[in-house]
């Protein structure tokens, strides 16, 4: 069955770049979701990149997606303490609007 | 434009009880899906309707079942609650298969004791 991996955490400085990884398995996928969930609250939607496109860029994120490798990444730019939170990848196959996630990667941005 | 909205947002149930979950889509969106989210799990998906059926499914007992309204409305219910329940009920909602743009709401955050 599908399967998406992410690394659980990355530490960051305010002001510095992060970059969350992602892999997946499912070669059929047609979407490709990162979402932000801060302690308590549902999922925020931050972006979305369809399969047939290598890079989407919306104000300080940029998603990178290497269809061949089936890696996905999310660059925060100039991050902030209000960008800490835990940030899921998500696949979504062919069929339906079912999404695959994977377990998420804590981002804690320091002072 | 409102979000998904899902009520009731805290709820405590004991062992045994049932429990009913609401879930009003973005207005216009036509396909509904919940998903639970638990410390150890993760986000798995329960399942999905689109225009008042349902499409697709997840690997869940029989405990756990839904239905959409012609409104779009959905509600999922879970009977005979285990204590392994306990999590953070989420529902999403987008317009269409063929349409990326994919929202959750807040979530329904069940204790069961």
């Known amino acids: 069955g599908e399967d998406v991996e992410q690394s659980l955490f990355l530490s960051v400085r305010e002001g510095d770049s992060s970059v969350i990884n992602c892999t997946y398995t499912d070669s059929s996928s047609t979407y490709l979701y990162w979402y932000k969930q801060e302690p308590g609250a549902g999922l925020q939607l931050l972006t979305y990149i369809f399969s047939n496109m290598d890079m989407k860029q919306d104000q300080r994120l940029t998603v990178l997606l290497n269809k061949k490798d089936k890696h996905l990444s999310l660059r925060i730019a100039d991050t902030q303490t209000g960008d800490s939170a835990i940030y899921f990848c998500a696949e979504r196959g062919t069929r339906y609007s079912t999404l695959t996630f994977g377990k998420g990667t804590m981002l804690l941005v320091s002072p | 434009k409102a979000g998904v909205t899902q009520t009731p947002r805290y709820l405590i149930k004991t062992r045994g009880q049932q429990v009913t979950l609401s879930c009003s889509p973005i207005s216009g969106h036509r396909s509904v899906s919940w998903y639970q989210q638990t410390p150890g799990q993760g986000l798995q998906f329960l399942f999905e309707?689109?225009?008042?059926?349902?499409?697709n499914k997840g690997n869940f007992p029989g405990r756990f079942s839904g239905r959409q309204f012609s409104n779009s409305r959905s509600e999922m219910n879970v009977s005979t609650l285990e204590l392994g329940d306990s999590a953070l009920y989420l529902c999403?909602?987008?317009?269409?298969?063929?349409?990326?743009?994919?929202?959750f709401g807040e979530g329904s955050r069940l204790t069961v004791l």
């Open positions: 309707y689109f225009s008042e059926t349902q499409r």
């Open positions: 999403a909602s987008s317009h269409e298969t063929s349409d990326g743009e994919l929202f």
